[in-house]
């Protein structure tokens, strides 16, 4: 007798329960107590027999809806709801209406938790496992239910972008969308947004266990680090003390871990109950992957139900930067586990798009992040050769040498006849040694001409070349050593095959002198973080647009100056890194991000007048944002406060963000939704209105001439031009007075033409402001003006020239932190002091004189006394100014008890005895 497509549903649902340790029985052999979960079959109940109740701890809890293969379950749940809410009074159970919800054709299956808050039917892999269900039982609430209730995110520590990842990843997860997507630019913090927000999820939200899958091992060593090492907020330890981090290396995995990290690989042999060689989870599966799990069509085997690693073994998994194959090959290892699934890219695809729903929670795109100074932009330097642009001929009248790809041994063999081969084959096939050297003489040769000028040419900025195989990088490395004439230290091959270890290299790459040069392969292409590195050469190809955008990314990461120059000690500041393309690896399609930097060749100053003279193309406001953001990157604090006073509360950055945006395709659409109801609705001259409205208003802060003057004059002071091509001969060695006299007439200048706009001058200098005090704020604002073009002048320099012209007049020295002494400086120029001395010692001459005054007025000071009133006379030698305020807040007078101590000391005479002290110290 032939087996019903409904028998063959019930037997596969049978092996899924058994499978899931469930035992199933008919009511014939009814045991609710057989297991702790007992599948009954046509369980009769007051609506009917129901295909399978579910009964867990003794107690039932769900039912089974069984159909054949092929029927659609969508609509299945409201059959099943008779059964769940229509129960015998005598029925031992967990709720008046049963909790969980399957619906399964044996093939597919569905389930739903019904105390969620909007309970939805989602599909599911296997049954979850009876303990599984039983702890869930035992709960007051769901996972689902808990992420609508997460806390506020405390934002200190966070960047924008990812405070706008967390909240919007926790608004999908409230919302049960079992897919999200994080778009976020190398470099602006994906891992680190990954912490909190796993710590947020296992505290708050009491998820069971999370699972983070990258690309390859080392990253997974990167990622476990990070971890480590993340201090959550509010918490008295680190994350891996309060939560277990696994990172896999073998197939078990720890039943107390919290964070679990692995590569796709590993998972998938686990998921077979297969044993995996660490040495397939070290290449990048952006290109590759592992054809040993594939059958003789290129489709990986099957995953099969296991019971060692159920379903829900994991609540949420993270996808970071994982090649294109985990959406496509790969996924049905995703699909296995019932959790939300939460991808973190720098550069989704369509394919990555289309994966995750198209539910993308936040967007932080590189163009964005290097506005915000986040990343830093890059120029694109191209190197052609005739080889690599038109391929060549091997000469068969010679014996020409030949390497054995495999083991590398050379043997020198005559072609039976020419060997023409174009520019694919080269580095394949075919390598071109004098074509690699041609390369690495041009860069060497341009390196401190076009590419790094200013430096000194010692130390060739940290570079990193990527090649096409592990023997293309060895004859790189080799022609390195030649064309630069340096020893084995000088460059390193970084691959999987090196005889070295790896992470020793990497960790030396990054925070060493030497090597100066890395190649690679993929090894070091994604994810690594190397922040010293400023310049990328490809001499390779690449053919997946996600994966050259993250080989780029190993370029724009910022960097402290201190520490750039820790291994680079010429270099000053980075503000970008150069893309040299030796191959047209920029001139596909592929290419997603563009240089911001698209009019080098227009100085700054033309180019912020252009602006404001109503320039609004494209590529000048692109240029015109990069820029800023460059410079926001090299100017100090005071600088950048100045500027946000001129642009009425706008920081340089902001300035450059409203430049981006105004170009910005989203931007511009949101714009016209607004104004328009709809894209498509609206027409052609509506658009070009609305993106020439956005370019106006983001322009408009720079048609401010003070605004502008004032970016010109800090942008000059970074920048010093290098004359290379004068040479000079020894003629006279002596002090020049002349330009002693030229700084000091430069600097009497200065006090003229400003003795009217300057606080500080008009106090200094003139009428009719003979009683107002100075302030500090005052003082600073004279020395930045000072500093500014034309004089480019400081208190060291005006001070020095002083001395040159008559040693007699001048006593001691500035000191560099210390602005009052500018004070001295203008007192002297104007003639109001017949000598030139530090400030600090006109107040020590005044306050003596006026202990003096008090121990003649039959006032004595105790010792304590003393000690305050000395440290209010060095407070007022180094801030001019003084308040009660200043007693709670500043040292030493803090630490002696504050306002209290010093009104207990002094009495009420306190705020008139500071008040006397600033008139007689400092006036």
Request: glycine residues 6%; charged residues 25%.
């Amino acid at each position: 007798m032939a087996v019903t497509p409904e028998a063959q549903a019930r037997a596969a649902i049978d092996s899924l329960l058994v499978a899931a340790g469930w035992t199933v029985q008919v009511m014939a052999d009814f045991n609710r107590h057989a297991s702790e979960g007992v599948a009954v079959r046509e369980f009769p109940l007051p609506s009917g027999p129901c295909d399978y109740l579910l009964f867990v701890g003794g107690k039932a809890c769900g039912v089974i809806e069984a159909k054949k293969a092929g029927v659609t379950l969508s609509g299945v749940a409201e059959q099943a709801a008779r059964y769940m809410q229509d129960l015998p009074d005598h029925l031992a159970r967990w709720a008046d209406r049963l909790v969980f919800d399957y619906e399964s054709t044996g093939d597919e299956t569905y389930f739903r938790d019904t105390r969620d808050p909007k309970p939805r039917s989602r599909r599911v892999f296997a049954f979850h496992q009876p303990a599984t269900l039983h702890g869930w039982l035992k709960e007051s609430d769901t996972l689902r239910g808990r992420l609508r209730q997460m806390p506020p995110l405390e934002a200190a520590g966070l960047r924008d972008c990812q405070i706008d990842a967390i909240t919007g990843l926790e608004t999908s997860l409230a919302d049960d969308r079992p897919r999200s997507l994080v778009q976020m630019a190398t470099g602006a913090g994906k891992t680190f947004t990954a912490c909190n927000f796993s710590w947020r999820l296992l505290k708050h939200a009491k998820a069971k266990r999370i699972l983070f899958l990258v690309d390859r091992n080392n990253l997974g060593d990167q990622t476990f680090r990070e971890y480590q090492n993340f201090d959550p907020p509010g918490a008295a330890h680190k994350f891996d003390k309060t939560y277990i981090v696994q990172h896999l290396h073998g197939n078990r995995i720890d039943p107390d871990a919290k964070v679990v990290i692995t590569t796709i690989q590993r998972l998938y042999a686990m998921l077979r109950g297969e044993e995996l060689d660490e040495a397939d989870e070290e290449g990048s599966a952006f290109e590759t992957w592992s054809d040993a799990a594939s059958d003789d069509e290129g489709d990986l085997r099957p995953v099969v139900y296991n019971p060692a690693i159920p379903i829900e073994h994991f609540d949420v998994i993270v996808t970071d930067e994982c090649h294109r194959s985990i959406y496509g090959l790969w996924r049905q290892v995703l699909e296995y586990f019932d959790a939300h699934l939460i991808g973190l890219t720098a550069t989704p695809s369509a394919h990555t798009l289309g994966f995750f729903q198209r539910n993308l929670v936040a967007e932080y795109p590189y163009e964005q992040s290097v506005v915000d100074g986040v990343n830093v932009g890059f120029e694109v330097y191209r190197i052609r050769t005739q080889v690599t642009e038109q391929g060549g001929t091997v000469d068969a009248s010679y014996h020409v040498p030949v390497r054995d790809r495999r083991t590398r041994a050379l043997r020198y063999k005559q072609l039976d006849a020419d060997l023409p081969y174009v520019r694919q084959d080269l580095d394949a096939s075919v390598t071109v040694p004098d074509q690699i050297r041609l390369v690495l003489q041009t860069y060497r040769e341009k390196l401190f001409t076009e590419l790094f000028p200013g430096r000194s040419g010692q130390w060739v900025p940290k570079t990193l070349i990527f090649a096409k195989d592990d023997n293309h990088a060895e004859e790189i490395v080799k022609a390195c050593w030649e064309v630069f004439g340096q020893g084995n230290d000088f460059a390193k091959k970084i691959t999987y095959q090196t005889s070295e270890k790896p992470k020793e290299l990497i960790k030396a790459f990054r925070v060493d002198p030497f090597p100066r040069i890395a190649v690679t392969v993929d090894m070091i292409a994604t994810g690594t973080d190397i922040k010293p590195v400023e310049c990328l050469i490809f001499m390779r190809d690449v053919k997946s647009e996600s994966y050259f955008e993250q080989m780029k990314g190993r370029g724009v990461r910022t960097i402290h100056d201190a520490s750039l120059q820790q291994v680079t000690p010429d270099a000053q500041t980075k503000t970008r890194f150069v893309l040299i393309d030796a191959v047209g690896v920029t001139e596909g399609k592929k290419t997603l991000s563009q240089p911001m930097e698209r009019k080098r060749t227009v100085p700054f100053d033309k180019l912020i007048d252009q602006i404001a003279q109503g320039r609004r193309d494209e590529n000048a406001l692109s240029s015109l944002a990069a820029r800023l953001a460059a410079l926001d990157r090299q100017i100090d604090t005071e600088d950048r406060q100045r500027i946000q006073h001129a642009a009425k509360g706008q920081s340089l950055k902001a300035l450059a963000r409203g430049l981006l945006d105004a170009i910005t395709p989203e931007v511009i659409d949101a714009a016209v939704i607004q104004r328009h109801g709809s894209v498509e609705t609206a027409t052609a001259a509506q658009v070009k209105t609305v993106e020439a409205d956005l370019r106006d208003n983001a322009c408009a802060p720079l048609d401010d001439p003070d605004l502008r003057n004032l970016i010109k004059a800090i942008k000059k002071k970074t920048d010093i031009v290098i004359d290379e091509g004068t040479l000079d001969l020894l003629q006279v060695a002596e002090y020049d007075k002349g330009q002693a006299e030229k700084r000091t007439t430069s600097f009497k200048a200065f006090i003229e033409t400003h003795k009217n706009e300057l606080l500080a001058l008009q106090i200094l200098y003139s009428q009719p402001y003979p009683k107002r005090r100075l302030t500090y704020t005052s003082i600073r604002e004279l020395a930045a003006k000072l500093a500014d073009p034309p004089h480019h002048l400081t208190t060291a320099d005006v001070w020095q020239a002083y001395k040159r012209l008559n040693a007699a007049l001048v006593r001691g020295a500035p000191s560099d932190k210390v602005l009052t002494d500018l004070i001295s400086l203008v007192r002297f120029a104007t003639g109001q002091a017949d000598a030139l001395e530090p400030h600090a010692a006109r107040v020590e001459q005044r306050f003596n004189l006026w202990i003096g005054r008090q121990i003649k007025a039959g006032k004595n000071f105790s010792d304590e006394q003393l000690a305050w009133l000395k440290a209010i006379k060095d407070y007022l030698a180094t801030n001019v100014e003084i308040a009660p305020t200043d007693l709670m807040r500043d040292q030493p007078f803090s630490d002696w008890g504050g306002v209290v101590a010093a009104r207990r000391l002094f009495g009420t005479e306190l705020n008139g005895m500071l008040d006397e002290l600033s008139e007689a110290l400092v006036a």
